[in-house]
């Protein structure tokens, strides 16, 4: 049950009285995430479950890690547009428009770069260098969420009927059914 | 070019005077769509693409049609929520929760039932039975967007590089391959 | 005393480990509602009250029924946007635009046409033929309001002073005598 | 054609250097509006229509003359919530819930006292007494409309249906006649 | 600990029924603040924190009293757009846009003018005659806030370090200490 | 005169199909902007202006350098919330709550720290250290403009009145006299 926050800023649920400065602040930013994982990447997120001050502010953050050859898989944000800028290594990023173009715009960012992911497409970033990447993320939301693409199709739970899936991908049941397995870990 | 359209209810762009009942009104809904294709559903959109009077009024309609067997594959909304009801046959349906917990909700719907798909979530309607079904469905925007997730993945024009889709899916490329192959309808 | 909903979309007040796919779903809108009353009307509504995972997610639906010769009477909703398609037979529709033009926008609607009510406008849907006629509507909020003009002018409660009701219609105190007998039905 | 305003706050249309300080002012709001009327009552606006500036800004203002006994008859704004305060003289105010309550909130106002009309409910001023009122009210919108029940229902242009409206009102036709020709002054 | 208020227009948080008139409601507004202080001004305001009604409606009105050469000294509103007109007497008002142009639109207004402050910007009123001048400002939040700039940056609680300030208004520490003693009224 | 952008998530004013990935673009971030001024600090801003896709998307970056004893000086963002981390050094950052607390939320923070500055609050950071700092800093606007509080108090175009700021700042006129002249840089 989420209580929420802090009345410093308009009308909230708590006493502005007792507010701490401690509700508007966040350490640990500077640390790597663990990229130790199939995709090769680490998202540290700072959003109102780690900064209670941000209720109703329309507003968080991320901190991003790639592993040489990782990637932030294909995913979306339902509830917000992303700003990104690179503070470490290259990346190659991109992001699909909707129906019926498809169009990819996608860009080769290096250190110092900025790109946009416009609200609810779907995007991904791939470091393809032999270094490790950094980037730091700001999302238009307290509480953007993620879907990432393939882990919420073929990994959710329970999953999604085999019949389905292989309609919509067009593979046969059996590649399904492979694919299932794969994201295996993430059901219960 | 968008030329944004009436003034009856508040400043938009055309001068209200000029204003005609047309600009409130779209026919067809009750035609169904053509179905013979490889999800075996259509979609007919009624949003501010067809009825100019729709903008900055938040809200558009869409009939869809189920050939027996046949689906709206998964895909979301980028910028609306959708609220549909069964008109006839029977659909199993679903949305998925973000991460997480990717927590798939579906149910069986039958005729007169209503169900909810949540802004930004992935979502789907299966038509299991052997007659065919039509849903009304409405979402909160003028102009919602679509983002069938299969095509936007595999059918991008150009192409997300086999590597990362490959990495995302957790399949080798030749099976990414051949699912771009599927899609290549969809690239120029 | 509204307990708010459910967590999945966004943080609202209900811990989302405990949403139900039943906060999501309505059923019954295949039925006819009841329209043998004064006005041949009847509108069956699904928003935040029947559905709690409507809240915050700013849409609803509702069925509309008409008798032959059945109208619904001329009235506004102060938080939404309309949009209706006709199911089953015909109506004669309308809304009228603010001061100073009170501009009456007209149509009559078949099966398959759609119309938009904007925000806060006076409108109302008569069937004017022989057999009866079925309408979707969508609105653009969880929770519309419904205000029906007659009633709430002639209907509220306690009653307005029938001095300001005279003036207001511009007819004697003991035609607004007569009007407010007619909608005694609705008050205490 | 509205062609939008000015830029000091935010993107708007027009370059800001370009602005000037008659952009963000209106004068003559202590003169009093005409009430040699039928409802002897008077509002003066002031929108987006009298100061450009307003644009994108959501708010406005306007000043109410009423003589003896003259009322600012039953009305909505169909996208602004409105508070009043009394300048000079007493006035009988109220406002009614939605439906099905459609609850009657009304109270005497003294000069000083201020009350709040929420978005898209009938209201009305009455002054009961035998001097002049004055009010200043504030709304939520640079553009917020006026919808004068009675003058909308019986005056628009072209009529609704006296059928229409005899059921809804639960008068004869012979009735709505009789009230469409005192408001036959509204219609071309 | 703020209790939200009433549900009459919308689903907040008191049960309708409930509801009082006096949730609608407040007294005083004709009356003159208390201008027996250093700046020679008083601010009566209006808002959610007096008419619980407000709730969710996105409006407050205020009175502003100033003594003969008294003023509401440079401010802003937080989350607001003001837009203010003289009761009596004069006013010299103004303010500044953001930077880099910080250009100050100003104007004297007498009784019967409006003039608008755009949201977030710093503004002021100047009584500059003999006589007390009165105004009502309407604001676009139930609850707008008020930060003036030099109660706020010289008399926090506790004080922002003399280093920062000097530095800030390039003036020598000294100079900074002393402003600060006039503010320390405003510290515990 | 603003040319709004492109049309990629929702209707805005160009057409989508003529949209550039340069439009989502941005290059040199990684790069120190220039410090030798009297403040010791230097911000390079990436919204709207700089990147034409982030029309409508409601999010805009910045980063901030600071010199030894540098200092980003009292300031607000009229229309956005701020969150900042850290990169590399160490800040005294703050912001001041609305009348009548005022009081000071401050801490230091070190590299990988994060913090809120609510919307329309004033705000600083500085740079006790002996090092130069560097922030990125997220703004919950496409446009959230910038108003330092000396500059614009005093070096506004043309000048506000030494005697309205005299009284407002509790000092003689002569010391805003050399206020002023301090920030005459800024005027024309």
């Known amino acids: 049950l989420y209580v929420c926050a802090v009345f410093v800023n308009g009308f909230a649920c708590k006493d502005p009285k007792t507010a701490l400065v401690e509700d508007f602040f966040f350490s640990g930013l500077h640390m790597a995430g663990n990229t130790s994982n199939k995709q090769g990447s680490a998202v540290t997120a700072v959003n109102v479950a780690q900064i209670a001050g941000l209720n109703t502010l329309g507003i968080s953050l991320a901190r991003v890690d790639y592993a040489p050859y990782g990637q932030n898989p294909p995913h979306i944000h339902p509830r917000a547009t992303e700003i990104l800028t690179v503070l470490e290594g290259s990346l190659y990023v991109g992001f699909i428009t909707s129906n ?69 991908f067009q593979v046969d049941k059996k590649m399904v059914d492979h694919i299932h397995a794969q994201f295996s870990e993430y059901a219960t």
Chains 1, 2, 3, 4, 5, 6 share one sequence.
């Open 100 to 168: 019926p173009e498809n169009k990819l715009f996608s860009k080769v960012l290096n250190k110092g770069d900025v790109f946009v992911f416009p609200q609810g497409l779907i995007h991904f970033q791939f470091n393809y260098g032999t270094n490790k990447a950094i980037a730091i993320a700001a999302l238009s939301s307290k509480n953007p969420g993620v879907i990432t693409i393939a882990n919420t199709v073929f990994g959710s739970n329970p999953s999604i009927s085999g019949d389905i899936l292989a309609k919509a």
